[in-house]
């Protein structure tokens, strides 16, 4: 039997985005999707599991639907809303072709409360910045006040004749957690079939549950603002027509035309090489031939979606400028910021001039570039950390969401060019705050010299801030509280929320603004991820290339490594270095090899570390024995250990190509 198509939440949530999206979505054997497969792995690194159940208990005495199909579910919701009073969790409402799971629905008499819960956060519950100045629902909220939005519209259209009300539940920032280990209550267990659960543990107390640090939010007067707008291409629509709208092309299986705009950059519906040779189709290319009667041989042309952090694009695709090759300087206006190396809108035309000339040679200033080394204390610091932010505290009196540092590497270069890989940290224990400890190793590590110390973008900096705050308002004794705090100050600089102002003596320098503003290499096509800029400097230098071919890295007499053995990091294919990360081996055997590519992806749905934090999660959460443990830990310390490497690499390549190319 031809199972229904059925306009879900999640469906009118992707439809909203695009309209056209609909179409592709579950089409897995014929239309690429690049979001993750398995779904669980987004929840599990979110929190989205724990956050649920311990909503779940503050609405105690409920009945859960666990029937994964419609009628079923249809069923045993509607059976348990003949009763006057009822709590039901994942309740199963249904109105014509629209069919929602609420997380917690609430009958009383004539009223029904719905209760979304979200693994997000909120600073202040009592006064949510869900609307920005002029009254409108800012871009950050949308997703999710639209979907309780969706859900109150099924609701009332099933049951016309009751009083619906739309609830947020959000992790709030400004609560502490009331007991220590509430965390590890809520672990991941596999049943025989290979389904996945959150097991509560038998040992919840009331201590546990009070206060409260999950927030429900009225968001009635915000569904007000959605049920008044307009909607549509011509935003012509109103809600509920919009509503119907999709719910009828949906049901049809007929794809809804949707202008082309900057944001189908981002669109998960286009192919890799990989998903090509398979046979998959790319949506995002059937749209843009319906749209702009494109042919195949027009996608072998860069487009205006490929120039780095470049906020003019719907303004251009407006004028008809959708390819590089049509984009003038005057649609760039290059300027000059009066700061050493090129400006943000001097590298994009520096993109785009060799995008137009076919010029595939790297830029570097070199002038610029030597003066900043030549600035440099040896022996030279890398450092990369992993960190995480679980909703659910592991300790009495922390924070939904508080950061958490688990891991960190360490490569240093010495004045003679000597490298090792000087040291490093993770912590896997269980329920464990690891922070403080993290830092005293790390503390530990820096201390021996003045050396200049690097990252690579703002993470670091803003963690050792996360920590400095965490240290002065820790409450319990900590013997070398000044001296943690010293050295956070010695190495960073205050951010803009801090409370105080300072610039440490060994400020860590941040190389990817050098990369931003002395260096660009067409091979990244305008990124500055680390996970692009390596692989194209290893193809630019041939010194790195001769070097690093040899297994010298972890050898005997060679470059010192904590988890690499007689290692090459030079591998070719077709004539082109492979990508370091690609070699490394994989961190889990339970996860596809598409999805663990879409985890170390600068476009993961799971931002800043994507795999890191997801094996961090599951090493907290899930069941696993300890070999399962030990193999995901060898995995994060090699996968960390490259992240340090790779900017020593990327040094090294530098340090060549300026030789090169002398001012």
């Known amino acids: 039997m031809k ?7 999640s469906r009118f949530k992707l439809g909203h985005e695009c309209p056209a999206k609909l179409f592709y979505t579950s089409k897995k054997d014929q239309y690429a999707d690049q979001n993750l497969e398995d779904s669980f792995l987004l929840a599990l690194a979110e929190g989205g599991f724990q956050v649920g159940e311990l909503a779940k208990l503050y609405f105690p005495g409920g009945h859960d ?153 009225d968001v009635n007067d915000i569904c007000e603002i959605f049920y008044s707008g307009h909607y549509g291409n011509n935003s012509n629509l109103s809600f509920k027509n919009y509503v119907s709208m999709l719910s009828e092309n949906y049901k049809n299986d007929k794809k809804i035309s949707a202008p082309v705009t900057g944001q189908c950059k981002n669109c998960e519906f286009q192919t890799t090489e990989k998903d090509e040779k398979n046979g998959l189709k790319s949506g995002k290319k059937e749209c843009w031939k319906e749209q702009l009667r494109w042919k195949d041989s027009d996608f072998n042309d860069p487009t205006i979606l490929d120039i780095w952090d470049f906020r003019k694009k719907d303004d251009l695709i407006a004028q008809g400028k959708i390819k590089i090759k049509d984009v003038t300087i005057e649609d760039i206006s290059p300027e000059n910021d009066d700061k050493p190396g090129i400006s943000r809108t001097e590298r994009q035309w520096i993109q785009i001039e060799k995008i137009k000339n076919r010029d595939n040679s790297y830029y570097i200033d070199s002038k610029n570039l030597k003066r900043e080394m030549d600035s440099w204390t040896y022996p030279l610091h890398f450092i990369d950390f992993e960190t995480t932010m679980t909703a659910i505290p592991f300790n009495r009196g922390r924070h939904p969401y508080e950061g958490i540092a ?48 690097f990252r690579y973008s703002n993470h670091e900096n803003t963690y050792l801030n996360m920590i400095y705050n965490q240290l002065r308002s820790e409450t319990s004794k900590i013997a070398d509280k000044k001296e943690l705090l010293e050295f956070i100050k010695s190495i960073t600089h205050s951010t803009k929320e801090s409370t105080e102002e300072w610039l440490g003596d060994r400020d860590m320098i941040d190389l990817w603004v050098l990369v931003k503003r002395y260096y660009y290499d067409p091979a990244t096509n305008g990124s500055n991820s680390i996970k692009f800029v390596l692989p194209a400097i290893l193809n630019s230098s041939e010194f790195l290339q001769k070097k690093y071919s040899k297994p010298i890295y972890g050898a005997v007499n060679g470059i010192k490594s904590h988890n690499f053995r007689d290692w090459s990091w030079i591998k070719k294919e077709n004539g082109k270095v492979t990508d370091p990360y690609k070699l490394l081996p994989k961190m889990f055997s339970d996860v596809s090899e598409k999805d663990m590519e879409t985890l170390l992806s600068e476009e993961s749905e ?46 090294e390549g530098w340090k060549d190509l300026v030789n090169k190319r002398p001012s």
């Open 65 to 217: 639907i666990r029937s994964l199909g419609y009628e079923e579910s249809l069923k045993e919701t509607n059976e348990l809303l003949k009763l006057n009073k009822v709590t039901i969790y994942e309740a199963a409402v249904r109105s014509d072709d629209l069919f929602i799971r609420v997380d917690i629905l609430v009958k009383n008499g004539k009223k029904i409360d719905l209760i979304e819960v979200k693994a997000k956060s909120i600073d202040d519950p009592d006064e949510p910045e869900f609307l920005n100045k002029k009254g409108n629902v800012t871009p950050k909220w949308e997703p999710y006040l639209i979907d309780i939005a969706f859900q109150k519209h099924v609701t009332s259209k099933a049951f016309p004749d009751y009083r619906i009300n739309g609830f947020l539940m959000l992790a709030d920032k400004s609560a502490k957690c009331p007991t220590d280990g509430l965390n590890q209550k809520f672990l991941i267990v596999t049943d025989k079939t290979g389904r996945k659960s959150v097991k509560v543990s038998e040992n919840i107390t009331k201590k546990d549950l009070d206060p409260q640090i999950l927030s429900m939010i």
């Open 606 to 651: 799971i931002r800043d570390g994507g795999a890191a934090l997801t094996a961090y999660a599951k090493m907290q959460f899930e069941e696993m024995s300890d070999y399962e443990r030990g193999e995901i830990g060898k995995a994060l310390l090699k996968y960390c250990e490259l992240d340090t490497m790779a900017m020593v690499m990327i040094y």
């Open 406 to 453: 688990f891991q960190y590497s360490h490569h240093v270069i010495h004045k003679n060019g000597t490298v090792e890989h000087a040291g490093q940290y993770l912590n896997t224990e269980r329920g464990v705050f690891p922070s403080y400890d993290f830092l005293r190793n790390l503390k530990k590590e820096l201390s021996a010299d003045n050396g200049s110390i």
């Open 3 to 9: 199972k229904e198509r059925l306009l879900t939440k």
